[in-house]
T-cell receptor, first 114, second 113 residues
Framework: DAEITQSPRHKITETGRQVTLACHQTWNHNNMFWYRQDLGHGLRLIHYSYGVHDTNKGEVSDGYSVSRSNTEDLPLTLESAASSQTSVYFC?????????????FGQGTRLTVV | KQEVTQIPAALSVPEGENLVLNCSFTDSAIYNLQWFRQDPGKGLTSLLLIQSSQREQTSGRLNASLDKSSGRSTLYIAASQPGDSATYLCAVEIYNQGGKLIFGQGTELSVKP
């Protein structure tokens, strides 16, 4: 079965360190997204990509970057981790089509910045 | 700017009850609306997707309706069970925004045995 997997599931890092969260999907979807989930804010879009070498900023992109070198992977990098980036991060993918399409999510990465 | 609201934030019901979760959105220019389930510490599981041209979708004991003109969707759960306890999220895909989703903050459902 096709799936979307994230790693690691849990990560503790120190302020100022660079951190990369992995996302891998086997749906062969062109669209991939990164969201963060925080109490009181719900899920908010960080970055997204519509295909290889395409990346775009979302609502809360400051301090984050992504790269898309193939269809399957969209790693999320925190350039210099800050305590405000403590959150649960979700990767999602969908297939562009007329009328939109169903989105599928990974299991999430819980990141703690100390 | 599209805003999505879910009421109530939390709901507790006895097992066997039929219940309705509400989702409202401010801009009717949407491609679709999706309902998700999230268990504690887990990811989001897609339950139902309603295209903007559709009025409702059904899957087992779940039925979701969409009224674009009034900016509302409801998720109806029939004969609730303790295993239905979870947080339910609705999200809209904005028209011509390439799959980006705007989420409500969810309804936390507890079904008591």
């Amino acid at each position: 079965d096709a799936e979307i997997t994230q790693s690691p599931r849990h990560k503790i890092t120190e302020t100022g360190r660079q951190v990369t969260l992995a996302c891998h999907q086997t749906w062969n979807h062109n669209n991939m997204f990164w969201y963060r989930q925080d109490l009181g804010h719900g899920l908010r879009l960080i970055h997204y990509s519509y295909g290889v070498h395409d990346t775009n900023k979302g609502e809360v992109s400051d301090g984050y970057s992504v790269s898309r070198s193939n269809t399957e992977d969209l790693p999320l990098t925190l350039e210099s981790a800050a305590s405000s980036q403590t959150s649960v991060y979700f990767c999602a993918s969908s297939d562009p089509g007329a009328g939109g399409s169903e989105a599928f999510f990974g299991q999430g990465t819980r990141l703690t910045v100390v | 700017k599209q805003e999505v609201t879910q009421i109530p934030a939390a709901l507790s019901v006895p097992e066997g009850e039929n219940l309705v979760l509400n989702c409202s959105f401010t801009d009717s220019a949407i491609y679709n609306l999706q309902w998700f389930r999230q268990d504690p510490g887990k990811g989001l599981t897609s339950l139902l997707l309603i295209q903007s041209s559709q009025r409702e979708q059904t899957s087992g004991r779940l039925n979701a309706s969409l009224d674009k003109s009034s900016g509302r969707s409801t998720l109806y759960i029939a004969a609730s069970q303790p295993g239905d306890s979870a947080t339910y999220l609705c999200a809209v895909e904005i028209y011509n925004q390439g799959g980006k989703l705007i989420f409500g903050q969810g309804t936390e459902l507890s079904v008591k045995p």
